[in-house]
C-alpha cells in the first residue's frame, strides 16, 4: 500500500476550538467549509458536535452532508442561498441562512415557508465583497421582521485584514458596523480566526474561527495565541528510494536541482496530485526520520526528493513529516507562497486516518 496519508487528531481540533471559545467567552460556530479545511467534514462535525455551538459551510450542499451524517447542531449556510428553490429544504433541514443581498431579501419576502428562518443578516463594512450596504442595512432589518417569516436574526460582518494586526481597517470596520448597526437589539457576529486570535477587543456574541480549528495561524509573523494552537493535519509518507548522488548530478525534472557536492537523496511517496504545494520550492522543510531536512528539486505529480545526506539514521522506509505537529503547514505554505489553508483545501487522494475521536 502507498504509504501516503493524512493523520488528523480530532483530541487537537476539540483543543484548538476550546481555545477560541475561552479565549473570547463568545459561541462559537466551528467553520467546516470545503470539507473543513480538507480534513474531513463529517468526523471532525462529529468530533465537535459534543460541544460547539454550531457549524458554518459555504452552501446547502455542504450542509445536507452533514446532516445526511447524522448532524443536529445548528448549520449556517454562510453565503446563503444560491436560488430561491433552496429555501424549503433550508427549513426543512433546519439550516440558518446569511442574507447578504437584496434580491436574497427579497426571495424570503416573497417565499412561502411552512417555518420561520434563522437569518445571519451580512453587513458590507468594508471589504467589498459580499454584504449590504450600510445605507441599506436598517430597513433590511425592518423588513425581514415586517415579513413574519423570520423567527431570529443576528447582525454579522466579515474582516479583509485582521490578519495584519497592526492595520487600522479593522477598526475602520468595527466602526462601519456599529454605526449601520444602531439600534438594533440583535446578536453580533464579526470575528474570524485572525480577529478571535488577534483582536481581543472586538465585541462579538458568536465567533467564527476557520483556520485555527485546524492548528494553523493566519498571521505571517509570530503570534501568541498562534503558539497555544495544536496542528490537527499530519501528512506524512515514506522514503521509497535512496539514490548515492556525487557532485554535479541534476534531481528531478527541468534539472532544478543541481548536486552541489556528494549527496544521498531520498524518494518519497508524495507529490502534487496529492495536493502537496508544486511550487514548494528546494531548501522547504521536512522531517524526515525525525530531523528536519529540506525538499530538492520540482515537486513531481507522485514523488517528491529529500535530501538524506545530513540525515543519517534515515534509509529506505524512513517516515516523511511534510507537515504537521513539526514542520507547520504555514511554514510550507509560506515557502510555496501560499497560505495554509489552500495548502490543507488541495488535499486530495491520500487516505485520511483518525485518531482521538
Ligand atoms: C471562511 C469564513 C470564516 C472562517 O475564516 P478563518 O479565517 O478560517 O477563521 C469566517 N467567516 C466567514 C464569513 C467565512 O467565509
Known amino acids: 500500500m502507498r504509504p501516503a496519508r493524512a493523520l488528523i487528531d480530532l483530541q487537537a481540533l476539540r483543543h484548538n476550538y476550546q481555545l ?17 479545511y480538507g480534513h474531513g467534514a463529517v468526523r471532525v462535525a462529529q468530533a465537535l458536535e459534543a460541544e460547539a455551538n454550531g457549524f458554518a459551510v459555504a452552501c446547502i450542499e455542504e450542509a445536507l452532508e452533514l446532516r445526511a451524517a447524522g448532524i443536529r447542531a445548528p448549520v449556517l449556510l454562510l453565503e446563503g442561498f444560491f436560488e430561491a428553490d433552496e429555501l424549503p429544504l433550508i427549513i426543512e433541514h433546519d439550516l440558518w441562512c446569511v442574507v447578504h443581498s437584496l434580491w436574497q431579501l427579497e426571495a424570503i419576502e416573497q417565499a412561502r415557508l411552512s417555518k420561520p428562518l434563522t437569518v ?33 436574526i443576528v447582525l454579522m460582518s466579515h ?28 446578536e453580533v457576529s464579526l470575528r474570524n480566526s485572525p480577529s478571535v486570535m488577534g483582536w481581543p477587543n472586538v465585541s462579538s456574541d458568536w465567533v467564527r474561527p476557520g483556520i485555527m480549528l485546524y492548528g494553523a495561524t493566519p498571521f505571517g509573523e509570530d503570534q501568541a495565541i498562534a503558539a497555544r494552537l495544536q496542528p490537527v493535519m499530519t501528512l506524512e509518507s515514506k522514503v521509497i528510494c535512496v539514490r548515492e548522488l556525487p557532485a554535479g548530478e541534476p534531481v528531478g525534472y527541468g534539472a532544478r536541482f543541481v548536486t552541489p557536492k556528494p549527496m544521498r537523496v531520498g524518494v518519497v511517496a508524495m507529490g502534487y496530485a496529492d495536493g502537496y504545494p508544486r511550487h514548494a520550492p528546494t531548501g522547504t522543510p521536512v522531517l524526515v526520520a525525525g530531523q528536519r531536512s529540506q525538499l530538492l528539486g520540482r515537486v513531481s505529480m507522485d514523488m517528491l526528493c529529500v535530501d538524506l545526506t545530513d540525515v543519517h539514521q534515515a534509509g529506505l522506509g524512513s517516515t516523511v513529516e511534510l507537515w504537521g505537529k513539526n514542520i507547520l503547514a504555514s511554514d510550507v505554505a509560506t515557502a510555496a507562497e501560499t497560505i495554509p489553508y489552500q495548502i490543507f483545501c488541495n488535499l486530495r487522494r491520500v487516505p485520511r486516518l483518525y485518531s482521538g475521536a
Open 159 to 186: 474582516f479583509a485584514r485582521a490578519d495584519e494586526l497592526d492595520c487600522v481597517c479593522s477598526n475602520e470596520q468595527v466602526a462601519v458596523f456599529e454605526a449601520a448597526r444602531q439600534g438594533l437589539s440583535a
Open 120 to 152: 445571519w443578516l451580512k453587513l458590507d463594512s468594508g471589504m467589498h465583497r459580499v454584504g449590504l450596504h450600510p445605507k441599506d442595512f436598517q430597513e433590511a432589518y425592518q423588513r425581514l421582521l415586517a415579513s413574519g417569516k423570520v423567527a431570529k
Open 20 to 36: 477560541a471559545r475561552e479565549i473570547t467567552g463568545a459561541k462559537a460556530l466551528a467553520v467546516i467549509k470545503a470539507d473543513a
